[in-house]
């Protein structure tokens, strides 16, 4: 397919498939993928892994957790300002919606988020698949999170976020070849319209 300038938000809690949708969106629009835990790793490498989320010091998960979110805005910024089109991996919170929106002001180039979500009893089998295989980076703390999941916590700290273009919701809990194919033919119509 032809190189396409829209910039894709994969949104959603941890384990719901924004990783597998995106780097498949990504691919089909020959547009590059840029994830939060794609700047995180090679923090991790770098300096080392967090022990845990809530410590105190440089090292604590939610301190390079917000440094890998600030490095992600500038990227973000930098492919909106460019005119590029973009697929861009994260959990944002309702706490970046004004920060988001200040980027895409004035985005010149099309704007699809594209919300991910599954069923409770999936995403703690995918949380405890994460932490039983070690598939992640350490540096994730997979199994702190298992031991903290609140599947309805999570469902409502990452709701569809109020920013600027399209939405698109994917639920995930059962999502099989065909519903790649038909969320791809989806957006392609959308972002034509």
Same mark, same amino acid.
């Given at each position: 397919?032809?190189?396409?300038?829209? @910039?894709?938000?994969?949104?959603?809690?941890?384990?719901?498939?924004?990783?597998?949708?995106?780097?498949?969106?990504?691919? $089909?629009?020959?547009?590059?993928?840029?994830?939060?835990?794609?700047?995180?790793?090679?923090?991790?490498?770098?300096?080392?892994?967090?022990?845990?989320?809530?410590?105190?010091?440089?090292?604590?998960?939610?301190?390079?957790?917000?440094?890998?979110?600030?490095?992600?805005?500038?990227?973000?910024?930098?492919?909106?300002? $460019?005119?590029?089109?973009? @697929?861009?991996?994260?959990?944002?919170? $309702?706490?970046? @919606?004004?920060?988001?929106?200040?980027?895409?002001?004035?985005?010149?180039?099309?704007? @699809?988020?594209?919300?991910?979500?599954?069923?409770?009893?999936?995403?703690?089998?995918?949380?405890?698949?994460?932490?039983?295989?070690?598939?992640?980076?350490?540096?994730?703390?997979?199994?702190?999170? &298992?031991?903290?999941?609140?599947?309805?916590?999570?469902?409502?700290?990452?709701?569809?976020?109020?920013?600027?273009?399209?939405?698109?919701?994917?639920?995930?809990?059962?999502?099989?070849? $065909?519903?790649?194919?038909?969320?791809?033919?989806?957006?392609?119509? &959308?972002?034509?319209?």
């Amino acid at each position: 397919m032809k190189k396409n300038e829209t @910039v894709f938000f994969m949104h959603g809690g941890p384990a719901t498939g924004k990783t597998t949708i995106g780097r498949r969106l990504a691919a $089909a629009f020959c547009i590059p993928y840029i994830s939060k835990d794609g700047v995180k790793e090679p923090i991790f490498d770098s300096i080392g892994c967090p022990t845990a989320w809530e410590a105190d010091g440089p090292l604590s998960g939610r301190k390079m957790d917000d440094a890998s979110l600030e490095i992600l805005f500038y990227l973000i910024d930098a492919q909106v300002q $460019a005119g590029c089109g973009c @697929v861009i991996d994260s959990t944002f919170q $309702a706490r970046h @919606v004004s920060r988001l929106n200040a980027i895409l002001h004035d985005c010149p180039v099309p704007v @699809v988020q594209i919300h991910c979500r599954a069923d409770t009893s999936v995403l703690l089998a995918r949380y405890r698949r994460r932490a039983e295989t070690g598939e992640r980076h350490p540096g994730h703390l997979d199994q702190n999170l &298992l031991e903290h999941f609140d599947g309805d916590a999570l469902e409502q700290i990452f709701q569809p976020l109020d920013i600027a273009g399209h939405l698109v919701r994917v639920d995930t809990t059962e999502f099989a070849e $065909a519903d790649h194919d038909q969320l791809l033919e989806s957006v392609k119509a &959308l972002i034509k319209a």
